[in-house]
């Protein structure tokens, strides 16, 4: 399967939707830098996100991305948190990797 990796803020651009959006079922989405807004809830997003881990994909994202983001304790209720050699497992599990730019 896919390991989707989204950086982005969905505030400010449309990458995780089209992320979720083209993820099928078995694929992981990390979220990492400001693209963990998308694992917060309570946003415009919140639905979207729990549609998709609902429909067997699974969302992750990085802690240390959260903390300095000062939303560690906002996180989903699903949200898988991952430190930075969870990530590299995440990598190295999947067949490919597609970044969300």
């Known amino acids: ?6 950086n982005k803020s969905p505030f400010e651009k449309n990458s995780l939707e089209s992320c979720l ?7 992981a ?5 400001d693209g963990v807004f998308g694992a917060t809830k309570g946003t415009k997003i919140s ?3 729990s549609e998709a881990m609902s ?21 989903m209720d699903g949200v898988k948190l991952v430190d930075y ?13 597609q970044a969300w730019l």
Request: aromatic share 4%; charged share 25%.
């Open 1 to 6: 399967m896919i390991l989707h990796t989204v």
């Open 21 to 27: 959006q083209h993820a099928q079922k078995g694929s």
């Open 29 to 33: 989405v990390l979220l990492i830098e």
């Open 47 to 49: 639905d979207r996100v």
């Open 55 to 75: 429909n067997d994909i699974t969302v992750y994202a990085l802690e240390g991305d959260l903390k300095a983001r000062g939303v560690a304790d906002k996180v």
């Open 85 to 97: 050699a969870g990530f590299v497992d995440l990598s190295v599990d999947q067949d490919k990797v």
